[in-house]
């Protein structure tokens, strides 16, 4: 007799424990399915010319927006909305690539949640439409070149009150897609009280210049953009009206924290992938390196970290899904899938040999794109810290 195998499902992997399939309805996996074969169809092979020339191809974002991912298709609205279904998503994006994954969530979550979240209801109930049709295109500006794990306090960017306007000063680093953007986000301490405001800034605007970051090892095809801000001028109705401070912020960034987590697990999915079909094709001693013992042990610990990093994604989205936001909960999860992840796609190099740093196995791109995911929206350290306060009830903030 023959052992028993797991089986891949064609848009979500291995999944042992059939979370897909327990949590998702019909429709939703249908839709998720639809993105995974535009994914395999029309983006899988842009994407080593993508990472060779640094460049993100404008058909990859155009065969997403066409899928109408926010609003798919047969699925229910309230399920289309929520942190499982676009967990999924973000889960199914990354195990293509990261910088995919990136891309989208981008507008999809880090720019449509600080509107749905920073906006008083009238703005959000404006925009949101906009946002999920991509007919406003916008991302999230917070990280600053001096200033990242320490922007709680140390944001230096400026807004100023001039009569009905506002004049922003400072810069931000990271931020990517703003150059195909037509706003930025901006988050700015007010001069006036010192609290942290946020402002939708259009990239067209007099004073506003961007500048693509080079010289990357990882995300390569993904544009990141330092932005410079020199006596902007935006009116008071570009201004979130509900981010009045830092607390606005972490309620922004809590959310956040979940979809990277996603990342974080969908790029090991792809990792793993790419380890295993490359294994049963490469032959060495006469058969294929599949059938060797300690092959086989790596390939067992990449699929215990990818089963147990999505284990833990999925009761996070379903938690929050119920209403139970808490940092600490978001910030565990951001910090266990990207260290797992770390692991996962090392051991998947390792399986791969010298042929892992090639484009044209995969497994390289998950390798060092596991590097961004481990440091961006959190670093481990800075989550670390959230979850040791939860925890003790003791801060070791400095």
């Known amino acids: 007799m023959s052992a028993p195998t797991l089986t891949a499902d064609a848009t979500f992997g291995l999944d042992p424990y059939a979370f897909a399939e327990t949590h998702l309805s019909d429709p939703a996996r249908a839709a ?84 749905a979240l920073g906006g008083s209801p009238a703005q959000a109930a404006e925009l949101d439409p906009r946002i999920a049709s991509f007919d406003l295109r916008g991302v999230f500006a917070l990280t600053e070149p001096e200033h990242g794990s320490d922007i709680a306090r140390g944001l230096a960017t400026t807004a100023r009150r001039d009569g009905d306007a506002w004049i922003i000063d400072g810069e931000k680093k990271w931020i990517g897609g703003a150059a195909a953007s037509d706003v930025l986000a901006v988050f700015a301490r007010d001069v006036g009280d010192g609290a942290v ?21 990882s995300l390569r095809p993904m544009q990141n953009a330092l932005i410079r801000l020199d006596g902007v001028r935006v009116e008071e109705s570009a201004r979130l009206q509900r981010v009045e401070g830092w607390r606005d912020v972490s309620r922004i960034l809590r959310a956040m924290r979940s979809d990277v987590a996603w990342i974080a697990t969908g790029l090991q999915a792809g990792a793993l992938e790419a380890a295993v079909g490359y294994a049963d094709e490469r032959q060495q001693f006469g058969r294929p390196i599949s ?20 284990g833990m994604v999925v009761q ?46 995969d497994v390289a791109r998950f390798f060092a794109d596991a590097e961004a995911v481990y440091s961006y929206e959190g670093t481990h350290d800075i989550n670390s810290l959230i979850v040791g306060r939860a925890v003790t009830g003791s801060s070791a903030f400095t």
């Open 316 to 361: 996070l989205s379903l938690r929050q899904d119920r209403g139970e936001w808490a940092d600490a909960n978001s910030a565990l999860a951001k910090m266990h899938t990207a260290r797992m992840a770390r692991e996962t796609v090392a051991l998947a190099r390792e399986t791969v040999g010298g042929n892992g740093i090639l484009l044209e196995h």
């Open 32 to 115: 998720l399915g639809r993105l995974q074969a535009v994914l395999d169809r029309d983006i899988r092979p842009l994407l080593a010319d993508a990472w060779e020339t640094a460049s993100m191809p404008s058909e990859i974002l155009e065969a997403l927006i066409a899928l109408d991912l926010m609003r798919p298709e047969g699925a229910d609205a309230s399920e289309a909305g929520s942190s499982l279904f676009s967990g999924f998503r973000n889960y199914v994006l990354a195990r293509t690539d990261v910088s995919v994954a990136t891309l989208y969530n981008a507008q999809s979550g880090l720019f449509r949640t600080t509107v």
């Open 291 to 310: 059938g060797f013992q300690l092959v086989q042990e790596r390939i067992a610990r990449m699929l215990g970290n990818l089963t147990s990093s999505l």
């Open 197 to 217: 405001k946020a402002f939708l800034v259009p990239t067209d605007a007099a004073g506003v210049a961007i500048e693509t970051i080079g010289g990357k090892v």
